[in-house]
């Protein structure tokens, strides 16, 4: 505290004061003085740097481990399209190609497995089902499809571009080595020696992957497949669902609370909930969602339609706060110059200030909605999880109403999954779903600096 | 969809009612708008929306009404000896409505006809086949009394929805006869469309009401619920979790509840010392370039959604752990005190780690609220900055503080996936730091998902546990409110 309150316990300082006491040279009590206030500084200093310390191991935790899920390995291959297989009648009759089903391709893919093998010249003791055991399952789902939309190469010999099998694709990221596969039933040390070998002779390569950008989930045995796209789709319609009401309805209570609203015990209770609103959990929202959206209104489960309602009821608090502020920025001098002229207040508010305040609504909005993209919690309730979307919805209505999951919820789902090679997923669209925060929000700061005007 | 159609042809309706009340008023005044009472336009605003707010007010309160009427209509017709034992009424509607929905996929399949559904005899038609092949799977052979219910269920939707469409339509076009007469040029047309208007902001504002009357209705219709099957002192002042979806399970709230203040408090000793130090450096010593710089960075950590937090506790941070207090000889401590990576320590360091800025930026603004004479006083008396800052400054802004931490506490209270991905699935008392344990929003997440049966107390104690969560983030939120508003009254 301060010097006077202590002068009794100081009685040998005081005596000292006429002759010492340069104001130059600092005695003990300041020095301890000083030293408390370097500590106290130095708190601070390192308070900031473990939060930003925090933050840059998140974001190199997320780039390092996430990266690798825009590349995949694949393995290139001339498989011959055997007339004696596929279609056996000779006839190319679509109908009776049809009914050979993946089964039946699989002979091909081990047979040219084994003719590449042999051809470059290598050394192995793995039979040819061991050697396409390298290929992903969806090796021949991947040659049928083809074979059904060109059934005119029957016969002839095309190269394909396979994906490898996920613990082949950890193995070339670094993922999976000689010894972690001990007791792995997938995968043997023979197997990696001839990826080894094929890796030498340029038939395995990893390259870009846009199918986990615009691909679909797969099952739990093939994670090499897996994709967001879909999911991405769910997103996008729960966001147009958001933007359609949250926008309208947002604008409309603000324009009211801040301009037309009396002030009584009715307002009152309006703004204490709105504030209130804003610091719900948002998993009541999805218990809300559950209850009154999917138990009493019947609404589809899972539908991004329904998950868009309950990201609706979330933002809304969010997009009122930031439009009241927009609103509020308005000077009274140009409602006053409005009304002067003869417009009525509807008018002077709809013509004059809700534009002038478009800018800050336009903002507020899109964080809002970049806020309810990140959410996963309420989506887990109404059922935007557990299950695969194979294909994008084609109409809007398809969009809004078929089941299909959200990004968060996807990424949720892979990081449930048993898999290491899911976790790569996991992390690949942590940094698509981060992607769009930082540009939305980037869309939004510069929206802010470009049209806000000062009074 | 006809619902869907239905409301293109209101906003055709409406379209077409702009054009023609506005040309309707414009020649009562002889093309000279100037002898109207109100701009021309107004007129066409008026009827577009005589035809639109009626109409779509009818049919979003149909839309409500009309599953309840049904339901307890053909609720009403089922007898009580039809309902088995083990179900419930709830359960059999279910079925109803299954029923009904496959019945109507097969029509629109082509596989059965009207007529056919009519006359059916469930006993040679094997139904639960046939709609198994139309893509509608059912639990259990279909029950006479049920495919009764299904047929009346689906004849009244039906007839409901031709009905809806019907009134709807004549709704509109009713709006749209009047209010056409009236566009004449005496109309005070833009006295009239402002006050619609201005019913529809105040119904706007008002949904913000009625969204927290849903939260709280619906949760608390379910909770009824959930007492009348279950005890409700088993709930609040039982000991242990123990759901089982075969009955009889142990449902208390208490387990769960420790478990969720646990996390919370270790979130809350991450975070409470490094946010307020944080905001103390930046508001008292940083300079504009380093405020400008780092304020910004920090911030960034509460705009990342909870999902990459959680993934950073269940991959990241949990496996980090374990490799320091568990894996025994192998470990970086030599001890063997953590099995698994989920575990209220790894929850609560990444939960910290999120409300770092929360609590950063609420006291930054707190302390700034500070008025300067105070800093100045104290400096002149000869303070260092630091005891100013610890003797005048925080004393003043304790108040607003502490309302920021209850703030950054209800937040860790009603945080979901980081606990959901971190934390584990065990309920119990323990004061291990490094055992997994459970809390209200997982155990609300894992009651939820998957098939649930709205009849079984273990669905049902995820409502009241929502409520209790509900009840408690709000009074804290209230709690801070209140204090941080009375601090800033203070110095205003």
């Known amino acids: 505290m301060t010097d006077i309150s202590q002068t009794p316990s100081n009685m040998g300082r005081t005596e000292q004061t006429p002759k010492g006491g340069s104001l130059l040279t600092q005695n003990a009590r300041t020095r301890k003085r000083n030293a408390a206030e370097m500590r106290f500084r130095a708190y601070g200093i390192a308070a900031i740097m473990v939060g930003l310390m925090m933050l840059l191991v998140l974001v190199t935790t997320i780039v390092s481990r996430g990266t690798g899920a825009f590349q995949q390995t694949f393995i290139t291959l001339q498989v011959e399209l055997l007339e004696s297989k596929l279609d056996k009648k000779g006839n190319r009759n679509l109908e009776d190609i049809k009914k050979v089903t993946t089964f039946g391709y699989a002979p091909l893919v081990k047979g040219a497995m084994q003719t590449m093998v042999e051809d470059l010249g290598i050394e192995t003791g793995l039979k040819s089902k061991d050697m396409a055991g390298l290929l992903s399952k969806n090796a021949v789902a991947q040659l049928r499809a083809y074979v059904l939309e060109n059934p005119d190469q029957i016969g002839e010999t095309v190269e394909f571009r396979f994906l490898a099998q996920s613990r082949v694709d950890g193995y070339l990221k670094g993922r999976v080595s000689r010894e972690t596969i001990e007791n792995d039933k997938n995968i043997s040390p023979a197997q990696l020696d001839l990826v080894d070998a094929l890796v030498a002779a340029g038939v395995i390569e990893k390259t870009f992957n846009i199918d986990f950008i615009i691909g679909s989930d797969a099952s739990d045995q093939r994670p090499e497949a897996a994709g967001i796209g879909v999911s991405m789709m769910g997103s996008l319609f729960m966001m147009l669902v958001v933007l359609a009401l949250a926008l309208p309805i947002g604008v409309a209570a603000s324009i009211y609370l801040e301009e037309f609203a009396p002030k009584n015990w009715l307002t009152d209770i309006i703004e204490v909930n709105i504030s209130n609103l804003a610091a719900v959990p948002s998993i009541v929202f999805g218990i809300l969602g559950l209850a009154v959206f999917i138990n009493y209104m019947h609404l589809p489960m899972s539908a991004p339609l329904v998950g868009g309602l309950v990201l609706t009821l979330m933002t809304l608090p969010t997009i009122i706060i930031s439009t009241r502020a927009a609103l509020k920025a308005v000077p009274p001098s140009i409602r006053d110059a409005a009304l002067g002229v003869g417009a009525s207040k509807m008018q002077a508010v709809f013509h004059h200030v809700l534009p002038l305040a478009a800018p800050g609504i336009l903002t507020g909005t899109i964080i809002g909605l970049a806020q309810a993209l990140g959410e996963t919690a309420p989506l887990l309730l109404i059922g935007m999880v557990g299950f695969i979307a194979s294909n994008a919805p084609e109409t809007l209505a398809d969009g809004l109403l078929s089941p299909n999951s959200a990004m968060p919820a996807q990424i949720y789902e892979w990081a449930k999954r048993a898999d290491p090679a899911f976790y790569e997923r996991a992390w690949g669209g942590i940094i698509i779903l981060l992607v769009f925060l930082v540009t939305m929000n980037t869309v939004a700061v510069i929206l802010r600096r470009r049209f806000e005007r000062r009074w | 969809m006809p619902t869907f159609w239905l409301v293109i042809l209101l906003g055709v309706l409406a379209a077409a009612g702009y054009v023609l009340g506005r040309k309707r008023a414009l020649a009562s005044a002889g093309g000279d708008a100037k002898a109207l009472h109100s701009l021309p336009g107004y007129y066409g605003y008026h009827v577009g929306l005589s035809v639109l707010i009626p109409a779509l007010g009818l049919l979003v309160v149909w839309l409500l009404a009309q599953p309840m009427l049904i339901e307890s209509r053909v609720s009403a017709m089922i007898p009580p000896e039809a309902v088995p034992e083990s179900t419930s009424r709830s359960l059999v509607m279910s079925d109803v409505r299954r029923v009904s929905e496959g019945l109507d996929i097969a029509v629109d399949q082509g596989v059965l006809s009207n007529r056919d559904i009519r006359s059916m005899d469930i006993k040679e038609t094997d139904l639960r086949t046939l709609l198994g092949d139309v893509g509608v799977a059912l639990g259990a052979e279909v029950r006479p009394e049920v495919l009764d219910a299904a ?54 504002a008002s949904l913000a009401i009625l969204t927290t009357v849903g939260i709280v209705l619906s949760m608390l219709f379910e909770t009824r619920n959930f007492f009348g099957l279950h005890s409700w002192t088993d709930f609040f002042f039982g000991g242990t979790w123990a759901p089982n979806f075969r009955g009889d399970s142990d449902l208390s709230i208490l387990p769960l509840l420790w478990g969720t203040l646990y996390i919370s408090i270790i979130a809350l000793i991450v975070a409470v010392p490094i ?75 990444v939960m910290g780690i999120m409300l770092i800025p929360f609590v950063s930026s609420l006291s930054d603004d707190i302390i700034n609220a500070v008025p300067q004479a105070m800093r100045d006083g104290s400096l002149g008396l000869g303070a260092t900055k630091s005891e100013t800052i610890r003797q005048v400054v925080l004393p003043a802004a304790l108040p607003g503080i502490v309302g920021a931490i209850l703030l950054a506490a209800s937040r860790a209270i009603g945080e979901t996936m980081i606990v959901v991905m971190g934390a584990g699935a065990i309920a119990k008392f323990s004061l291990n730091p490094l055992e997994s344990m459970t809390t209200i929003t997982t155990r609300i997440v894992s009651q939820l998902t998957g098939d649930t049966d709205f009849a079984s107390p273990e669905t049902l104690v995820a409502f009241a546990l929502g409520l209790t969560l509900f009840v408690l983030t709000l009074g804290l939120n209230v709690l801070a409110l209140y204090i941080v508003r009375k601090y800033r009254e203070q110095y205003d």
């Open chain 2, 151 to 204: 047929r009346s269920y689906r004849t009244l939707s039906h007839r409901g929805q031709w009905a809806m469409v019907v009134s709807v339509l004549l709704v509109a076009i009713g709006g749209l006869g009047l209010s056409y007469r009236k566009s004449q040029k005496d109309f005070r047309a833009r006295n009239v469309v402002e006050r619609a208007i201005m019913a529809l902001l105040i119904t706007a």
């Open chain 2, 275 to 349: 946010g307020l130090f944080a905001a103390i450096y930046l508001s008292e010593y940083a300079g504009p370039a380093v405020r400008a710089f780092a304020k910004p960075l920090l911030e960034i950590l509460a705009g990342i959604p909870t999902i990459v937090y959680g993934l950073f506790a269940l991959l990241t941070v949990g496996p980090l752990l374990v490799r320091i207090f568990g894996q025994g000889e192998n470990g970086i401590l030599g001890v063997d005190w953590m099995s698994g990576a989920t575990s209220v320590l790894t929850a609560g360091v």
